[in-house]
């Protein structure tokens, strides 16, 4: 498990291109056969990647101090790869792609296992603290509740699903959900906004290998840009902004954790207050 401490506003700004990289991205989620985990001090997050193909995987304890993974934690779990299925305590779960699940507090045994070796799921994990138990749910994309935003003249045509949410699948303080751009449609979350109550996780999916998505974050007076490519990840403090342009269009999960539990809040930024 990879460790990332919090970096200040302050710093960020004097930070060099591979520093800031060193700080925010993730650049390898996704490998054969391996769980790979980075724990963010960003509200504490775990963030990972999960591929079975030989065999299943476990989630373990990563060094967390607990006895499991789940004794003090949740997680939702969406799978971005072929066909898959996780077992909960012996309870199975049927993921395709764009699938998600949520596993809450509590649980013992949650298994990985990929279903065509040829076309193995690639399992997203991002995992925050709780506090209460809520059940174990599946949610597929089908029925995530649509959101439909922007329009093309704007190139930000975009359908949001939202998995883990307070109308949704409850619980403790992740809310999870998908956004699908249009084709055409590069632009996301302009104009920009900040979550003073919570951090948030980007993973950025569904590109060719020599499409990159410039995704911008910073102070609003202060931003920043870091280059990212297919299945690559970024840690989004509360102070700063999280938007991105393609070139081309793309698919990206958005994860957060945090103080407070409402979908929309957030504190929007003027463009005439970007520098």
Not at 190 to 203: F, N
């Amino acid at each position: 498990m990879e460790t990332r401490h919090c970096a200040s506003k302050e710093e960020t700004k004097r930070y060099t291109t591979e520093e800031l990289r060193n700080a925010f991205l993730i650049e390898s989620l996704f490998e054969d056969d391996q769980l790979k985990l980075t724990y963010t001090h960003e509200d504490r997050m775990l963030i990972g990647g999960a591929v079975p193909v030989r065999e299943p995987l476990t989630l373990i304890e990563p060094d967390i101090k607990t006895k499991a993974f789940f004794e003090r934690r949740e997680a939702g779990i969406i799978n971005i790869g072929g066909p898959g299925s996780i077992k909960v305590d012996g309870e199975e779960y049927h993921l395709d792609q764009k699938d998600c699940l949520y596993v809450g507090l509590g649980k013992n045994e949650v298994v990985l296992s990929s279903e065509d070796v040829k076309n193995p799921a690639r399992f997203y994990i991002l995992s925050a603290l709780a506090h209460k138990e809520f059940p174990t749910v599946k949610i597929g994309i089908n029925e995530a509740a649509p959101v439909h935003l922007g329009d093309e003249k704007n190139s930000n045509k975009r359908t949001i699903y939202k998995y883990i949410h307070a109308e949704g699948v409850q619980s403790s303080q992740l809310m999870m959900g998908m956004t699908l751009l249009a084709p055409n449609c590069m632009w996301n979350t302009m104009p920009a906004h900040i979550h003073d109550r919570r951090s948030e996780v980007y993973l950025y999916f569904d590109m060719e290998a020599d499409t990159r998505v410039f995704h911008f974050m910073g102070e609003p007076s202060e931003t920043r840009h870091l280059v990212v490519k297919n299945e690559q990840s970024v840690i989004s403090p509360s102070w700063s902004i999280h938007s991105g342009i393609g070139t081309s269009n793309y698919t990206f999960i958005w994860a957060m954790a945090g103080e407070n539990y409402t979908f929309d809040d957030m504190e929007q930024v003027s463009m005439s207050d970007l520098r």
